[in-house]
């Protein structure tokens, strides 16, 4: 017999057709029902409950100064949300870094805003590039978000994704310093990417 300790070691991935999928109605009964431990940060992503990782110094550096540097250039024309769920479908219930939005805080007092309330999202990457850049850009393109961006923080990179298609995004730029980023939404908008990095030691 094969001991307990060995077993919880093992390393396998199973089969797609023997995982349940969770609905968002599942997903939100587990939480509060307190089947889901409210101190660990989880997602619905494609009918699976994923742990959102551990963020670092350089991820909330990073996405405060980008979150400032968009609301002092957007104002009140726009909601940025930050580190708050959207609802991409039946299955699918991310929370990225941060989302640009239409409307105002009270338009989602009832329901997290969807797909067609959402001008970009944007996820800050320091340990999460691959799932970022492989995973969730095929989600939020096949959802129909029009742009999607990862910050890479490691690399201090700007993965930029646009045109998507129901097979993921067909453009993906990656811009490195010291260029800047304008939103497709928002042309008038400027960023330079050394300006929501942090600085370099």
């Not at 996405?63 to 479908?89: K, Y």
């Not at 991310?94 to 989602?108: Q, R, S």
């Not at 959402?118 to 129909?144: F, M, N, R």
């Amino acid at each position: 017999m094969t001991p307990l300790n060995t077993l919880a070691n093992l390393s396998f991935t199973l089969e797609p057709t023997y995982l349940k999928h969770w609905t968002l109605k599942d997903y939100h009964r587990m939480s509060e029902l307190g089947i889901l431990d409210s101190n660990e940060g989880t997602e619905l992503i494609a009918g699976q409950i994923t742990l959102m990782a551990a963020k670092g110094t350089s991820h909330v550096t990073s996405l405060h100064l980008l979150a400032n540097a968009l609301r002092d250039q957007l104002g009140s024309s726009v909601l940025i949300r930050t580190q708050d769920p959207i609802q991409l479908d039946n299955f699918s219930e991310p929370e990225p870094d941060l989302a640009i939005v239409k409307g105002t805080v009270l338009d989602y007092a009832q329901q997290h805003p969807g797909p067609h309330h959402v001008y970009l999202v944007v996820e800050v990457a320091d340990s999460t590039l691959k799932q970022d850049c492989e995973i969730k850009d095929k989600l939020y393109a096949q959802a129909g978000i029009t742009e999607y961006w990862v910050l890479d923080t490691k690399n201090r990179q700007l993965h930029v994704f646009s045109d998507s298609t129901p097979a993921g995004y067909t453009r993906h730029l990656i811009l490195t310093e010291p260029n800047q980023v304008s939103p497709l939404a928002f042309p008038r908008l400027t960023l330079t990417l050394t300006s929501i990095l942090p600085p370099v030691n």
